[in-house]
């Protein structure tokens, strides 16, 4: 089969996969909090407030996978073997799944949670490195680009969906005579889409030929990667600072979760609006993710990540004070002001993830790709942990404070992406603005 626009036919089944398990693992960020306020779960809350639990059920998510990462991309890349780590996580994430229909306590919910998390460390880094295994450097920006838009279209569908299922129960079986309650049809739900993409994955995805790395080069470094430049030219390793640049962006992407009532508040909105806010950074990405990843296979990795992580600087403090503004010129409320800010923030992280996972799978050794792409991937993940935690202890000391600090991380940012990091394909094509900056 001839690869459609440069994507090869098993990345995009692949993605598909993804996409499946998206949508069931993103239905329970709505689910799961709705479940904890429920009268179906009680017990010893361990002296949180609901609020505080439900926050720890959903980081620990994040707090669990993002450290193990390293640890099975390195395992993945001293097996030669990615498929099986990907089909043990999504045989870890159904039965999970399936499991909530049976918890009654909060700890329950938490010991769940974690196996979720385990599950995440064996499919993310394994999943991103198959990717760039199966993709060439002519290539490979299309590919990062049309899987992580698989990936997000999934993220962004399961909460849209999630609420509906649960308020339209309870459901009864059609022969069986059986009635489930709607939180038990959203978890069976979210275990048939990770059960869907198993056999994708399994009847669709073969390993590539490539050679089990050798432990002995793979060094003692953290997880298989480095931290400093074994060349000498940078301080930093160019894909850890990658990795810390990845950390920023997902950082000033979640500082905005948690803030949901206040922002309502603020803004005077419902939260209808507040989700479709939420919303907006997803939809940029999932607009232009692959036709970005695909610019940077003709046209170089640097430029888009540099514009990207300048980018994130104002289109993240913006956030901060738009409360302030009543009406730009009396056209626009503040609320789509949030909208617009929120959507060009997804523009600036489409210009960097996909064009980072390509530019770190072109720095990749063929037979280390699971370390090495693991980095971007455990950041990702830390920062999406941290940053609802970090908005929640920031936001005491005044609305605009999380978005400034998130604003000045991406700033680093732009240091790191101009003093750390270089290009390393040669393009194709000049950009007839911004070039190389060295």
């Given amino acids: 089969m001839k690869q459609a626009l440069g994507v090869n036919p098993q990345v995009l089944a692949l993605a598909l996969a993804r996409m499946s398990e998206s949508v069931g693992n993103s239905f329970l960020i709505v689910v799961l909090p709705l479940f904890i306020a429920s009268d179906f779960v009680t017990g010893n809350s361990f002296g949180l407030t609901e609020v505080a639990l439900t926050g720890v059920v959903l980081s620990i998510f994040g707090f669990v996978n993002s450290p193990l990462q390293p640890f099975t991309g390195r395992l993945s890349d001293r097996t030669g073997r990615r498929k099986i780590f990907v089909l043990f996580g999504l045989t870890l994430i159904a039965a999970a799944s399936f499991a909530y229909s049976f918890a009654t306590e909060y700890w329950h919910l938490i010991g769940l949670r974690v196996l979720q998390g385990v ?110 430049d074994r060349t000498g030219k940078n301080l930093l390793d160019p894909v850890f600072a990658l990795g810390v640049v990845s950390f920023f962006m997902a950082v000033g992407i979640a500082v905005f979760a948690t803030l949901g009532d206040i922002v309502n508040t603020q803004l005077d909105q ?29 046209y170089g990795r640097k430029a888009f990540i540099l514009v990207g992580t300048i980018l994130l600087v ?17 056209i626009v409320s503040d609320s789509w002001l949030m909208f617009i800010a929120r959507f060009l923030q997804g523009v600036a992280g489409a210009m960097v993830f996909a064009p980072a996972l390509a530019l770190a799978g072109d720095l990749a050794p063929k037979d280390r790709s699971g370390s090495t792409l693991s980095v971007l991937t455990m950041a990702f993940g830390f920062g999406v942990a941290f940053g609802p935690l970090l908005s929640g202890f920031l936001v005491a000391w005044g609305f605009v ?6 604003a000045a991380l991406a700033a680093i940012g732009v240091l790191l992406i101009l003093t750390q990091v270089d290009e390393v394909i040669t393009p194709r094509r000049s950009l007839p603005v911004v070039g190389e900056i060295t």
Avoid: C, H, K
């Fill in 270 to 298: 419902g939260p209808e609006m507040f989700g479709l806010q939420f919303a907006a950074f997803v939809l940029a990405q999932i607009f232009l993710q692959a036709p970005i990843g695909r610019a940077t296979d003709f």
């Fill in 119 to 228: 599950a995440g460390a064996f499919i993310i880094p394994t999943t991103v490195a198959l990717v760039n295994d199966l993709a060439t450097e002519d290539n490979r920006g299309g590919n990062m680009g049309t899987y992580n838009t698989f990936r997000l279209v999934g993220f962004g569908v399961g909460p849209i969906a999630a609420g509906a299922v649960v308020a339209a129960g309870p459901y009864t079986v059609p022969l069986a005579g059986v009635t489930i309650t709607g939180f038990d049809a959203a978890f069976y739900f979210a275990a048939s889409t990770a059960t869907l993409a198993f056999i994708l994955v399994l009847a669709l995805i073969r390993d590539p030929d490539i050679e089990p790395a050798d432990p002995d080069e793979l060094g003692t470094d953290i997880g298989g990667f480095a931290v400093f």
């Fill in 401 to 406: 404070v999380p978005f400034a600090f998130a």
């Fill in 314 to 330: 104002p289109t993240t403090f913006v956030q901060g004070v738009i409360p302030d503004v009543t009406l730009l010129w009396g």
